[in-house]
């Protein structure tokens, strides 16, 4: 790109930001560090392609996608020197990883019984549920309804015993 005749003759080629740019992609080192930034892009281009999707309400699936981008970037690497900072950059964005996204993933049947069966339902989902329902419901009466409405979805009693809603926790969604 750098070194065709259409950059050359461009105005960006004689800018310095653009002398700058020349630079850093004709560098070794610019080279040598694409396959990392490719192993810590490609698991968040996905996240990002999935909110961006028309496909699925993103809001039940943010939460379980960040996990699922962190374990796939550590997976890319065997040092883990090599993701630690992107870790800490991603952790740091309270954006990501906000109370709301773990109701979503909370609410989002295919995620809880999946998690509830085998009791890997992070204390953190637990806690952002309950912030959530905290801040939208300002009724403590309501409050307690809804957590202990949760009892009977946790034991997939009543309605959510029926085959038809086991089944539509993987095929509906959640929205």
Do not use: C
Not at 48 to 65: H, I, V
Not at 170 to 175: E, I, L, M, Y
Request: hydrophobic residues 40%.
């Amino acid at each position: 790109m750098v070194t065709s005749k259409e950059w050359s003759k461009s105005k960006f080629a004689k800018e310095s930001a653009g002398k700058e740019v020349a630079h850093i992609i004709l560098s070794y080192s610019f080279w040598n560090n694409v396959p990392h930034a490719l192993k810590i892009g490609g698991p968040l281009v996905k996240v990002l392609r999935l909110m961006d999707g028309e496909q699925k309400p993103p809001m039940g699936y943010l939460y379980e996608a960040m996990d699922r981008a962190k374990k796939a970037i550590q997976a890319s690497f065997s040092d883990e020197q090599k993701y630690v900072k992107v870790f800490q950059i991603i952790d740091a964005n309270e954006q990501l990883h906000r109370p709301l996204h773990a109701a979503g993933f909370f609410l989002n049947p295919s995620h809880f019984y999946e998690h509830h069966e085998n009791n890997s339902l992070a204390k953190e989902v637990w806690t952002g549920f309950h912030q959530v329902v905290i801040k939208l419901t300002p009724d403590e009466d309501l409050q307690e309804k809804i957590v202990d409405q949760l009892a009977t979805s946790k034991a997939a009693e009543g309605l959510f015993k029926l085959r038809l809603a086991i089944k539509q926790r993987t095929t509906k969604s959640p929205v």
